[in-house]
């Protein structure tokens, strides 16, 4: 793990981990770093002051995306080898419950839409699933595109994107629930996406066997 000046973009600091790390998170209201152990069992807890892991939570095999709910003092956590996802509580630093995603199966990405108290996950097999965030209910799933990885989520437009397959799919979310606006086409090594929250444009990154690339498309409201 490395730590960077952004007003210079100069390597301050690095620590080195006991195995490769994958999702990463900021936790201002604790001061502290979530770094999740790609197909491990350990969620090392780094105080960025002093570049050390301070705690280590045990979770099950092989973790994905992360997402942090400061409100709820909470942390969500994609399980692959479960297909579930595992509740943190960053107060007492346990893992606390675990979510049964029903038919989805290998969970990447993750978002949530905090005020609403939803849970977005979905799976490599093509479904997405939707929880409450309280009690883990499983209120709904939808069959989108195959093979996803990250995925974003405007909380504005209330809009989620889905890259795999060589598509995004546009899935726009609503008090009652998700339904697919359609696909739009990608490069098929797309996984990677992100939503600017103040001009709600769409940015993708992809690679060739010679380059890589980022993509923005607009977002027609």
Known sequence: MVEFDTKHWRKIGELPLSGPGDSVLYDQKHGVVYVDNDDGTNLWIVDPAT???????????APEVMVLDS???KIFQNIKSTSSLQVIDTETRKVIDEYSLGELNSPHGLVEDAAMGRLFSAGKNGKLVVLDADSGKLLQTLDVTKGSDQIAYDPE???LYIP???VIEV??????GVTSLGTVPVA???KSVTVDPKTHDVWVAYADDKDSFVQKFTVVK
């Open 51 to 61: 570049m050390k892991i301070v705690d280590t939570i045990t979770i099950k095999e």
């Open 71 to 73: 409100s709820r003092n």
């Open 157 to 159: 437009l209330k809009r």
């Open 164 to 166: 795999g397959s060589a």
């Open 171 to 176: 899935v726009q979310v609503n008090d009652s």
């Open 188 to 190: 098929k090594t797309c």
